[in-house]
């Protein structure tokens, strides 16, 4: 059998294991992620199929990664239920501004100092392993739209990967800038950075995403009946939405990573109880999941070839410090005073996943840039990664079930029915 029947094959039992799987591991300690790393390292023992190397395929990875994070942020747009405020979303905003910085910061400093990375380097690396991932995260996340499975933690962590993904891009932009000058001394490159790759750039990416998230849902939902869009019941529109969005904010010189994620709450701001949103996101989640266990298969390729083995056992700590050290660190600082019972805390603080958005930002600076290891980089990030996906994913369902258990208790301790102790929980 040559390799494009081989290949046939492949994709067609990954087909069937994106309808079956999730049913089966529902119940169990164990993830879709995780098995299909194990499948695609198992497969590419395989001699006779290419090695999927990210430094061989440099350009492949940065695309293929680009596109499951952005149809990802789509997704988790479309999921979120809540309307946008400034104290309904207080947690979110806590994530993102005191958490998130934290995280780069602690990450760089572990990269420079214990690492022995270039500034550069640790920069990236900050960048990359600071943001929790939109493709990954979904056990972790809301329900459905209109599913009422909207809880703090669910909802800080889903609206938290939606946003923090675009809101690292200056600091992978930065680590760019740094690898392209002379030093890291201030220059004319910093002001630079800061006015174009900072301002311009998020705020093109918030002005844009949100106007087109606008402009769509009223084509969508206020047309006259025969026109609306949500009128066809075809939820591949989603995927339209996503490719507009992420284009023109591209085109714009903004961040399309955070116009998609507004697109998507813009679109559900327009009608926000249609049941058209549950297709929409239907669609869209389906396509997420085949993306990522394609994209997992290979990753399970990467490390049977050897992407690993550049590490060493000072990057192995520095890697288990950064997971299991500076996130639930930071987002026990992000969250000091929010309220929220330490229990919810913790588990927010714990369930950082890194995944697909940290491969494509360490992709794409490798291919704007020339860093001193990009295989050592490769290496400690595809290392966290994979010690992300088999702890987050054998404890998520057991962890998940206890907080919803112990609001449940809460919620009848108070005489309350659940969704008023939710509220009642975090100072509602």
């Known amino acids: 059998m ?36 194990l499948f695609g390292f198992g497969l590419f023992q395989i001699p006779i199929l290419k090695f999927p190397d990210p430094l061989q395929y440099p350009l492949a990875t940065e695309r293929l990664t680009e596109l499951i994070v952005i149809v990802a942020l789509m997704g988790a747009g479309l999921k979120l239920d809540r309307p946008v405020g400034w104290r309904s979303w207080m947690v979110t905003w806590r994530l993102l501004g005191i958490t998130m910085p934290l995280s780069i910061a602690a990450i760089a400093l572990i990269g420079w100092w214990g690492l022995g990375l270039s500034v550069a380097e640790a920069v990236l690396l900050g960048a990359a392993l600071a943001p929790t991932d939109p493709v990954l995260a979904s056990d972790v996340q ?10 703090e933690v669910r909802f800080s962590l889903t609206s938290e990967a939606g946003l923090n993904d675009g809101l690292a891009f200056p600091f992978v932009h930065l680590a760019v800038a740094l690898a392209l000058a002379s030093g890291p001394e201030p220059g004319s490159w910093t002001v630079e950075w800061f006015g174009i790759d900072v301002v311009w750039k998020l705020l093109a990416g918030v002005g844009v995403g949100w106007l087109v998230g606008k402009a769509l849902g009223f084509l969508t939902f206020h047309v006259p009946n025969r026109a609306r869009l949500s009128s066809t019941g075809d939820g591949f529109v989603s995927l339209g939405i ?21 697109a998507a709450v813009a679109l559900r701001h327009e009608e926000r109880s249609h049941h058209y949103h549950e297709k929409l996101h239907d669609f869209v989640e389906q396509t997420e999941r085949l993306l990522m266990m394609a994209l997992l298969v290979l990753f399970g390729g990467a490390l049977a070839r050897g992407l690993l083995e550049p590490l060493t056992w000072v990057d192995a700590l520095g890697a288990a410090v950064i997971l299991f050290a500076v996130r639930p660190a930071a987002g026990f600082a992000g969250l000091l005073g929010s309220g929220m019972p330490r229990h919810e805390q913790a588990v927010i603080g714990f369930f950082g996943i890194r995944g697909m958005g940290s491969f494509y930002y360490l992709a794409y600076a490798l291919n704007a840039a020339n860093f001193p290891r990009p295989d050592r980089l490769w290496a400690v990030v595809g290392f966290i990664v994979l010690v992300s996906i088999v702890v987050h994913g054998t404890t998520v369902t057991p962890v998940m079930r206890r907080v919803d258990s112990a609001r449940t208790r809460a919620g009848e301790q108070l005489g309350l029915p659940l969704r008023q102790a939710q509220r009642r929980m975090r100072g509602g």
């Open 2 to 37: 040559d390799s494009y029947i081989t290949a046939l094959v492949c994709i067609g039992l990954l087909i069937l294991l994106v309808a079956w799987l999730p049913m089966v591991l529902k119940e169990l300690p164990l993830s879709l992620p995780i098995v299909c790393v």
């Open 142 to 151: 809301v329900g459905p739209p209109r599913s009422g499975e909207e809880d």
């Open 242 to 262: 996503t490719l507009i969005a992420y284009g023109v904010t591209e085109a714009a010189h903004g961040y399309g990573f955070l116009a998609v994620f507004v």
